[in-house]
């Protein structure tokens, strides 16, 4: 089919069979046998698209919604003429897709029985599936442009490879293109291992084969051919995307030089153009002189013959690779040495950034080792702070002679003291009720004798 073709919409092939050879009926009659035996209504929209690939023999359709393309899939015979071709109409894969092939299932599962083992919820991706021929391989349609290695088949999981196709090759016609089903010419014979037209009873004892995909001496498509499939329009798409981006270019694939070789390069492009110039010049005073001394015949002899002598301009004579003046005016030799003198200033660009670099990877690995210094000196510090320093234990040193007096005239002082607060207020009502003398001396007496006992038991105490 077309490339240009639009994407969304729906694409369907019809093979006819029957010896129908399309590449020899026009355009319009193909169209019109088409849309009659669609049998499409007027409320459904007309076909829009319908071409023939006259290579494959085969119809393609692209009818713009579903419903337009289950007419166009349901046609099963065209009536061309007097006759009526018996055709196979499918819907091809859409874009976007990949189809993987699972090998290893039984020839008596149906196609509802694929559809309910492979189409469900367990792989999402499985659009389609169907059986190729009457082999245990079947082909199911992903989503997407890869496929899984492995998918579910019902509740167990199968190995999932990437669907190659056959190259397409005729039984009958033995030409490459042509579908085994659907070739033009039925009725031409045609040995199919070596390609000898209308072969005779005896022919297979002196056949030679020969493989039309490989050139090896065997039938064609055979198992031992290298070429028998087709590469799959998903690696082709890859390899293409892999060679553009290869191939693409940005600014930053050409840096710009430094600005010295920028200046030699302008340097010798000019001292270029200004030999180029006088070499013209000169070329051009030659011939004026050869000219002028056209009188003589020896002079305009021998520039002829020197003109008709003349080197390329890329080779170096004798005189010239003697004198070294004119080696050094030798262009090839100037840009050589420019070249040259370009290499030799990125090697000392080299070397002087590799110095660098030496110089502060030191510098670097210097001030790694002082910062690990001062990190571990103030996790130090920060754990010292941290730690609380317990008070220093002092033992009570023994009571000296000194101290017992101490503590025995301060006990003795807190108990007068005590004595005389507690008996001024009866010494003052004493002397409100004017008390007799001998009960004043009765309580002196009795105070006397209690701050001799407390002085005898602190006395006691003491000792």
């Avoid at 293409?240 to 694939?253: A, C, H, I, K, P």
Wanted: with cysteine; proline share 6%; glycine share 4%.
């Amino acid at each position: 089919m077309p490339l240009n073709l639009p994407r969304e919409e729906h694409k369907i092939v019809i093979r006819p069979r029957g010896g129908l050879c399309l590449a020899r009926l026009e355009a319009d009659i193909v169209t019109a046998a088409v849309i009659t035996a669609a049998n499409v209504p007027d409320t459904v929209a007309t076909i829009d698209t319908i071409c023939t690939n006259p290579t494959q023999n085969i119809i393609g359709i692209s009818p713009p919604d579903e419903e337009l393309a289950r007419y166009c899939a349901s046609v099963r015979s065209l009536y061309i003429g007097i006759r009526n071709y018996e055709t196979h109409a499918y819907s091809a894969a859409p874009r976007g897709t990949v189809k993987g092939v699972i090998h290893g299932i039984a020839v008596e599962n149906t196609t509802e029985d694929l559809h309910e083992n492979i189409v469900n919820q367990a792989d999402s991706l499985a659009l389609e599936a169907h059986r190729i021929g009457k082999t245990t391989s079947i082909v199911v349609l992903f989503a997407g442009t890869k496929i899984s290695n492995y998918t579910y088949y019902g509740s167990g999981i199968v190995r999932c490879a990437l669907y190659r196709q056959h190259h397409d090759l005729g039984r009958t016609c033995r030409q490459i293109g042509h579908r085994v089903d659907v070739g033009p010419t039925p009725e031409i014979k045609i040995c199919f291992a070596c390609g000898v037209p209308s072969p005779e009873a005896d022919h297979a004892a002196r056949c030679k084969p020969h493989c039309k995909l490989c050139n090896r001496a065997h039938a064609t498509g055979a198992e031992g051919s290298t070429n028998n499939y087709k590469v799959p329009f998903v690696v082709t798409q890859r390899r293409w995307e892999r060679r553009n981006t290869g191939s693409t270019f940005s600014l930053q694939d050409f840096p710009q030089l430094p600005p010295r070789q920028q200046q030699e390069q302008k340097e010798a492009h000019l001292s270029k153009k200004r030999r180029s110039h006088s070499k013209k010049r000169n070329e051009s005073r030659g011939h004026s002189a050869s000219r002028g001394r056209s009188a003589n015949g020896k002079c305009s002899e021998n520039m002829n013959y020197n003109h008709s002598q003349q080197r390329p301009g890329n080779v170096v004579g004798w005189a010239q690779a003697m004198n070294p003046q004119a080696a050094n005016r030798n262009p090839l030799n100037h840009a050589a040495q420019v070249k040259d003198d370009i290499v030799q200033s990125l090697r000392e660009e080299n070397d002087q950034l590799k110095r660098c670099i030496a110089e502060q990877r030191a510098e670097m690995q210097e001030m790694n080792a002082k910062l690990n210094q001062l990190v571990s000196a103030q996790q130090q510090q920060q754990q010292q702070q941290a730690t609380p320093t317990p008070p220093p234990q002092t033992q009570p040193r023994p009571p000296t002679l000194m101290d017992n007096t101490t503590n025995f005239a301060k006990e003795v002082q807190a108990l007068v003291t005590t004595e005389a607060n507690s008996t001024k207020p009866e010494t003052t009502d004493t002397a409100r009720t004017s008390e007799p003398a001998p009960k004043k001396r009765t309580l002196d007496y009795a105070r006397e004798r209690r701050v001799n006992a407390r002085l005898d038991s602190l006395e006691k105490r003491h000792d």
